[in-house]
């Protein structure tokens, strides 16, 4: 079991930046890759990245590519996203998730958002 609560949201303006964090519970954190999703008002939840048990892999929506950078650090138990050159159409609910297996697209455990408010 991994439970996840995720911090960082606010408000910015656009071109800002703002970093999320994602605090897990549990000793096998480090056994799971991690993803950033986020789903705006009126719109389908959708990927915006992952990264692998290890760190050594990651991927990126197109949409967030060269803006956003995913990161972890195992000893902490936590996720990053690191939002950069921020846009109001990147204005959403973030939600961190943990799967089991990489790349896979499956995501065992969900945290419960943070809101994230882009203003233009």
């Known amino acids: 079991q991994v439970q996840l609560v995720e911090s960082g949201g606010g408000l910015v303006q656009a071109g800002g930046s703002l970093r999320l964090s994602c605090a897990a519970s549990?000793?096998?954190?480090?056994?799971?890759?991690m993803g950033w999703f986020r789903q705006a008002p009126g719109k389908e939840r959708e990927f915006v990245a992952a990264?692998?048990?290890?760190?050594?892999?990651?991927y990126y929506a197109d949409s967030v590519k060269g803006r956003f950078t995913i990161s972890r650090d195992n000893a902490k138990n936590t996720v990053y996203l690191q939002m950069n050159s921020l846009k109001p159409e990147d204005t959403a609910v973030y939600y961190c998730?943990?799967?089991?297996?990489?790349?896979?697209?499956?995501?065992?455990?969900w945290g419960q958002g943070t809101q994230v408010t882009v203003s233009s």
């Open positions: 998730a943990a799967a089991r297996i990489y790349g896979l697209g499956e995501y065992d455990y």
């Open positions: 549990g000793r096998t954190f480090s056994s799971y890759a």
């Open positions: 990264i692998s048990w290890s760190g050594g892999s990651t």
